[in-house]
Structures are given as structure tokens and as C-alpha cells.
């Protein structure tokens, strides 16, 4: 009997994103489904990844500025107030949105939380690096220990530039 997954409901992923996913291929949106990278069949429609990349706003075609997806991504990018202000004179969502975006943004508590979640996240980027390093050393002791040191240096030395092999070392 084959399945049809009538039991899955729809599932979408918005990313929002300020660097560019594919750097050989720009795109301002772009949407991803699940694919046997075998036969190239979509597994199932009903999972998408939509991937808006605000790095590409300024390289949007013509008839892309007329979507609302566009003013979205506008609003996401906006650097000013007075920005947001122009964007939300155009819509009714886009001023919900900004009274929303004003109402957040000066209550204390929650810029708060937002401080403490970008802290954290540079303390997790952080101990991440620092743990990496680590690794590199007890690699390293590891390889003393064997009296192998010399060796494996010499070997990743051959085939790295010398500033790949200086970045290796840190």
C-alpha cells in the first residue's frame, strides 16, 4: 500500500538571513524542499525552507519591489526610524508592524532579554572558538606523546600555505 502522508501537515521554515547561503549563486528568496539527491524526486512538498537573504535587497528586480515580501525585507533591514516611518505610511500591516517594533523596543524589559540573548550568543560563539583551540592542543600533546609531533606537523606544514599553516597553528 503506498502512503501518501496525508498525515503531515504543512510545515514552512523562514530564514531570515543577513549573509548570502550560496555565494556562487546570489538569491533574494529562495525556497527549499527535501530531495533524494539520488533520483532528484522531491520527497514531500509539505516541508519548505524559505530563505530571504537581506544582503540581496539592493540587487532585486523590478517586479520583486512590488511584493510584499520586499517591504518586509525593507522593514527587517531598516537602519533608521524615520525608514520604518516611510515603509509604514505605504501599508496597515507595515504600521502595525512599526508600532509593534516601537512598542518592544523601549520597554526595558524585554531590550533586556535582547541583550542578554546577543550576549550569550557571543559567549557560546566564543567558548565554541576557545574549545576548538583546545582541541588543537590536547591534539598536539596527544601527538608529543607518541613522539609523533615532528611528523604530523611536517605533514599538514607540506600541504598547507604558509598562512593557512599559521592559522592552523592558533
Known amino acids: 500500500m503506498k502512503s501518501k502522508n496525508v498525515w503531515l501537515k504543512t510545515t514552512i521554515h523562514i530564514g531570515i ?3 548570502t547561503l550560496f555565494p ?7 525556497e527549499y524542499l527535501l530531495m533524494n539527491t539520488k533520483s532528484q524526486k522531491i520527497y514531500n512538498s509539505k516541508f519548505v525552507l ?12 523590478e517586479e520583486e519591489k512590488q511584493t ?8 527587517f533591514n531598516a537602519k533608521s526610524w524615520e525608514e520604518i516611518t516611510v515603509l509604514a505610511e505605504k501599508n496597515e500591516i507595515m504600521k502595525e508592524a512599526a508600532a509593534t517594533i516601537k512598542k ?7 531590550k533586556l532579554q535582547c541583550e542578554a540573548r546577543e550576549r550569550y550568543e557571543r559567549d557560546m ?9 583546545r582541541g588543537k592542543i590536547l591534539q598536539l600533546a596527544g601527538l608529543v606523546k607518541d613522539g609523533l609531533l615532528e611528523e604530523s606537523v ?3 606544514r607540506s600541504g598547507l600555505s604558509e598562512e593557512e599553516f599559521k592559522k592552523w597553528l592558533r
Open 17 to 19: 538571513i543577513d549573509f
Open 50 to 61: 524559505c530563505v530571504l537573504d537581506l544582503t540581496q535587497i539592493d540587487h532585486v528586480s
Open 68 to 75: 510584499d515580501l520586499y517591504y518586509w525585507a525593507k522593514l
Open 24 to 30: 556562487d549563486a546570489p538569491e533574494f528568496y529562495s
Open 125 to 133: 560563539l566564543s567558548a565554541i572558538h576557545a574549545g576548538e583551540k
Open 104 to 110: 518592544l523596543s523601549s520597554d526595558e524589559k524585554i
Open 154 to 156: 611536517a605533514q599538514k
